[in-house]
């Protein structure tokens, strides 16, 4: 208990040395480290083209699978009908959120983006009979033909490791779950033209989190609800300690382990770091002219959840 008390300590006085630096723009930074901005983009692309392969274990490793349930809780707060037009910034490997919406369309339960998923399925399964029973005198064949889910990233490798899951699950043929290689702060995508917007676990790692805020109320219609589900601030007493302890001393550890990649999930820890804390980050999303703003913390906030509506 003494070595973890001076082990926190260390981090303490570690990460108060970075946040007293001259470092004042989350977009100058890669980690702990100060970037030139046109650099961080490189950097990041190297690190997910590194753990593409291992993505979801390791998510199931660091996590102990808790990050099914949060995803869960992401797709529950989006309320996803048929017909709707769905965009998923980052997820490249994530079908879980595309496929959450995609659920709606189909009359059996399909594999989401797991290695077991035992609660997942559980929790999911009574997700999608919930939604099949309420919505089956309303839905049409014109509704089904016309719901379009898109999953954006900026990663081949990640979109590739996706697009190779959703066949193995039986999503790769159809038209409405649509595979697009684009930048989060440039989006293709025409002005008001998404019912909803996912990012989950991406934000942290851009450029300019302005600039993709920015797109995501550009591109969503008027009511379209903008959802972040990313890694967050602990702030309760003892259970810091605890977590900086676990984050920078057995995170990367098990990078190197389950991985064989240190390097990128040192990275990890450290940008969750330099993420603007729950408060600053949604008054982040009410100046990209989001309302009824909110958060939900997570675990104590190891994760948080950010809403905001287009009105």
Not at 214 to 219: G, H, I, K, L, T
Not at 274 to 288: D, H, L, Y
């Amino acid at each position: 208990m003494a070595m973890l008390r001076t082990r926190s300590r260390d981090l303490v006085n570690k990460l108060s040395l970075f946040r007293s630096s001259s470092l004042h723009s989350h977009a100058t930074s890669f980690g702990f480290k100060e970037v030139r901005e046109e650099e961080k983009s490189k950097l990041v692309g190297n690190v997910f083209s590194s753990v593409a392969s291992n993505y979801d274990l390791m998510n199931d490793v660091m996590s102990a699978g808790l990050h099914r349930l949060w995803k869960d809780r992401l797709v529950s707060k989006l309320n996803p009908f048929p017909g709707m037009k769905h965009l998923d910034v980052a997820g490249g490997t994530d079908l879980y959120l595309s496929t959450g919406l995609w659920m709606i369309r189909k009359s059996e339960l399909v594999g989401l983006c797991q290695a077991h998923g035992d609660i997942a399925f559980r929790v999911l399964g009574s997700i999608n009979s919930i939604s099949r029973g309420a919505m089956q005198d309303v839905v049409t064949e014109g509704l089904d033909d016309e719901t379009r889910i898109y999953v954006c990233d900026i990663n081949p490798n990640m979109l590739n490791v996706g697009k190779k899951r959703a066949a193995e699950r039986g999503l790769g043929e159809g038209r409405s779950l649509l595979w697009v290689e684009g930048d989060a702060e440039a989006l293709s995508f025409d002005d008001s033209s998404m019912d909803g917007y996912t990012i989950a676990f991406g934000i942290r790692n851009v450029t300019h989190i302005e600039k993709v805020l920015a797109e995501a109320y550009r591109v969503l219609k008027r009511g379209g609800r903008f959802l972040c589900l990313e890694l967050s601030h602990v702030d309760i007493p003892g259970f810091k300690q605890f977590y900086d302890y676990y984050s920078f001393s057995v995170i990367p550890a098990l990078g190197e382990l389950v991985a064989g990649d240190r390097q990128s999930y040192q990275y990890l820890v450290e940008s969750i770091r330099r993420f603007p804390n729950q408060e600053t980050f949604a008054g982040m999303i009410s100046n990209a002219g989001f309302q009824k703003v909110e958060y939900e913390n997570l675990v104590g906030g190891v994760v948080a959840i950010h809403s905001g509506l287009k009105l």
